[in-house]
């Protein structure tokens, strides 16, 4: 699959692939999203319907993690190095998350009906395996993504099918903080 | 007896969408706010022949943090006007003191229950008179949330304490609260505060509309209380901002 840049060049970011038509239970063990270095790592995830995050802070200064999107708000309040909140996420959708301290972190959580999903690999491939039989859509997301990439593939058993997808990036949207306001200059000072 | 008069003032406040009443909301881990409250308790006490009826305004003001995701600490320092009829009114530093709100099960929105508990107990010391009161407060709170109507019920305990004389008085009450229009949410609710010794000077109940409005990082809630027992009115305001 291939992302092309706001400036027409191609890129190398982060995508995730997933197909939608059908609900499997959630996994057990917890996704993790850090917070280091004033950045979400990894800034994209996709977990199924059910399964939880642990937010740990690798910082040595206080983040905060919330969330204003109607998939799922909620606000973890401000932690400090070593700790951790953990989130459930009970209904599938959109979930861009913040923080209220620093601005430039974000990060986008896609919660999903199934397991079939993957991350792109560098060299713009991606396998998703475990599909049953059938005819399901395909879906392509990234960060910044302008729309996703969406195609019909039909899936028969003990073989292999091929989709091709396509992104478009867009800048950075702004963000209000947990307020619903625009972050202050100061909203970039260091809490210990 | 002023003193007696003055004690019952409510020192209660924390994020509500209620007037008198105390809500279940507490701040997440870290968050900070400065709330406040004015109320009033117009015209209070008894019937007698000569009338001596209490007119009481108190302004509560207090930094409150959240502890963690359920337990929020508060500050709070009171202040009182005071006038007895018959005598000269009176301003005071009334007290200083602690408060801490615990609500038993998480304050996520998502996978909180309908029915919310907790629990709210407050120190405070009287700065004026002797100097030798202790004022305290337990309320158990209760708060049930189905769609757009928010209830919640209130019963405590509050007593002034001295080394030689205590007074106790019940605080409770219960209310609602529908959202109507984003933010803005009315309502009703019933408070009385009924002594539980002989000294019954000080009861009082009142029943009247609610109002509450979030806005950002503020909020504000309001009743109007009207009095139905030993008391004309009962406004009260609350107003808080977090930062």
């Known amino acids: ?192 | 007896m002023v003193l007696v008069m003055a004690v019952p003032a409510t020192a209660s406040a924390g994020r509500t969408f209620y007037g008198w009443l105390q809500d279940t909301q507490v701040m997440p881990e870290r968050g900070a706010e400065i709330q406040t409250f004015v109320s009033e308790e117009n015209y209070q006490g008894p019937d007698t022949t000569p009338p001596s009826k209490d007119h009481n305004t108190t302004w509560w003001l207090a930094p409150a943090i959240g502890i963690n995701d359920q337990l929020e600490l508060s500050l709070p320092v009171q202040f009182d006007w005071d006038r007895v009829d018959g005598s000269p009114p009176h301003s005071d530093f009334l007290s200083y003191g602690a408060q801490l709100k615990y609500r038993f099960v998480t304050a996520d929105p998502v996978d909180a229950p309908d029915f919310v508990p907790a629990i709210r107990a407050t120190v405070d010391r009287l700065v004026i008179g002797k100097r030798d009161v202790v004022l305290s407060e337990v309320d158990l709170i209760g708060s049930y949330q189905s769609g757009i109507v928010h209830a919640v019920i209130n019963a405590g305990v509050a007593g002034d304490i001295t080394p030689s004389d205590q007074h106790f008085e019940a605080r409770t009450g219960a209310g609602v609260s529908i959202e109507t229009i984003d933010d803005l949410r009315l309502g009703a609710e019933v408070f009385a505060e009924i002594s539980l010794d002989s000294d019954t000077t000080g009861n009082w109940v009142a029943i009247g509309p609610n109002i509450s409005w979030s806005h950002g990082r503020s909020w504000l809630s309001a009743s109007y209380g009207i009095g139905i027992y030993q008391i004309r009115d009962a406004p009260k305001f609350n107003w808080g901002i977090a930062f």
């Open chain 1, 1 to 192: 699959m291939t992302i092309i840049e706001p400036d027409g060049k191609p890129s190398n970011a982060d995508a995730i692939i997933y197909v939608v038509g059908y609900k499997e239970p959630p996994g057990t063990a917890p996704t993790e999203v850090a917070q280091k270095d004033r950045k979400f790592v990894p800034d994209l995830v996709a977990i199924t319907v059910g399964e939880h995050i642990q937010f740990p802070n690798g910082d040595s200064f206080l983040h905060n993690v919330f969330s204003q999107s109607t998939t799922r708000k909620f606000d973890l309040g401000s932690f400090k190095r070593g700790d951790r909140k953990d989130k459930d996420f009970p209904d599938p959708g959109v979930v861009d998350v913040y923080c209220n301290i620093h601005p430039e972190m974000a990060a986008t959580i896609l919660v999903l009906p199934n397991r079939a999903h993957t991350h792109r690999k560098p060299d713009g491939t991606y396998a998703i395996e475990g599909v049953p039989p059938g005819k399901w859509q395909v879906f392509a997301y990234t960060r910044r993504a302008t729309l996703p990439a969406m195609a019909w593939v039909t899936v028969t058993a003990g073989q292999d099918a091929t989709v091709d997808l396509a992104l478009k990036r867009g800048g950075e949207p702004d963000h209000l903080n947990k307020y619903g306001e625009k972050y202050k200059d100061y909203a970039t000072t260091t809490y210990h």
